[in-house]
């Protein structure tokens, strides 16, 4: 099993006689943490934001397929030192880019190689655009090479593993996502008595799953009713846009960014919210046919799930 570096303390329970974790550092790493960290400390200098977004836009661009590209090949190498062969190579997408050392894994020891995707990377959304994307289709096609030797696909709802083996021609199953009871089954959950908390876990990226509305809300309930007793609280990555948006809408005082935190206190936090809160692209086709990963922890953690960004689908 490899998965990238730095690994959340606790983010799950390693700890089998027949699991052996291989940590590769990413070396985008850095940079990525040093925008969680201006998520919280950014002022109110929008060009500030512009330069960075473009910064990081550009970044993103050179990247192919993604920016998690440097994190392949550091997979890669680490790869070739491997002495233990494995019977079976399994790839968990997107992103796209951990297919290439799954596959060239899959190439050195002969093993056959399983693709997961857990969400839709081009083949799978090129059909709902009708534009097209120089660099979509480049994508699109390197999806394709990658995932040819593959002997399986499977992927999370019914939509999405019927319109993959149809595009992908390939053995396609359903293995759907889910959560572990027992990280939810000690634990007590510690409402606040004195404001509702609404509490998101995980990454946030830019112009994505846009938490907006849910500020302009409060915002008019803190101008029309006088009602501010409301925390907005963010665990993981967040894109300083977020930071910007509250501040636009005068509910900054409301919103509070804890950045990456350990597996086991995302799942207390979860259960410490009077409301959960759940997003989607802005009525995008991509996300009909998707759940978000966070949806079942969610439901683990037994409360009320605010939904933004879809109006119908799979998803909410």
Not at 52 to 64: E, I, M, P, S, V
Request: glycine letters at 6%; hydrophobic letters at 40%.
């Amino acid at each position: 099993m490899f998965t990238r570096f730095p690994l959340n303390e606790g983010m799950a329970n390693l700890q089998h006689e027949n699991l052996v974790v291989h940590l590769v550092r990413d070396p985008l790493a850095k940079i990525v943490k040093h925008g969680t960290a201006a998520a919280r400390e950014i002022d109110r200098r929008s060009w500030v934001l512009n330069i960075r977004g473009l910064a990081r836009d550009t970044a993103k661009w050179l990247l192919f397929p993604d920016e998690f590209l440097p994190w392949a090949l550091s997979a890669r190498r680490a790869i070739s030192g491997l002495r233990d062969e494995p019977n079976v190579v399994v790839a968990s997408v997107g992103p796209l880019s951990a297919v290439i050392p799954a596959r060239f894994a899959s190439r050195r020891f002969g093993a056959p190689l399983a693709v997961d995707y857990r969400d839709l990377i081009e083949v799978g959304k090129g059909r709902t655009s009708a534009r097209f994307n120089f660099r979509r289709h480049l994508v699109g096609l390197l999806e394709r090479a990658v995932t040819d030797t593959a002997v399986l696909i499977s992927s999370v709802t019914e939509p999405m593993t019927m319109v993959l083996g149809t595009l992908l021609r390939k053995k396609t199953i359903l293995v759907q996502n889910g959560f572990e009871p027992s990280e939810f089954a000690n634990r007590k959950p510690y409402p606040s008595s004195s404001k509702l908390r609404v509490v998101f876990c995980g990454t946030i990226y830019p112009k994505e799953r846009n938490p907006s509305p849910l500020f302009q809300a409060v915002s008019t309930l803190k101008r029309e009713k006088g009602i501010s007793n409301i925390s907005i609280e963010f665990f993981g990555k967040t894109a300083p846009e977020v930071k910007q948006s509250a501040i636009k809408e005068g509910v900054d005082e409301n919103v509070v960014f804890h950045g990456e935190v350990s597996h086991a206190n995302s799942i207390q936090a979860q259960m410490n919210a009077d409301v959960l809160l759940l997003l989607y692209r802005e009525n995008n086709p991509d996300e009909k046919d998707v759940y978000s990963g966070k949806l079942f922890e969610y439901i683990g953690a037994r409360r009320p799930i605010l939904c933004l960004g879809i109006e119908e689908g799979i998803g909410p």
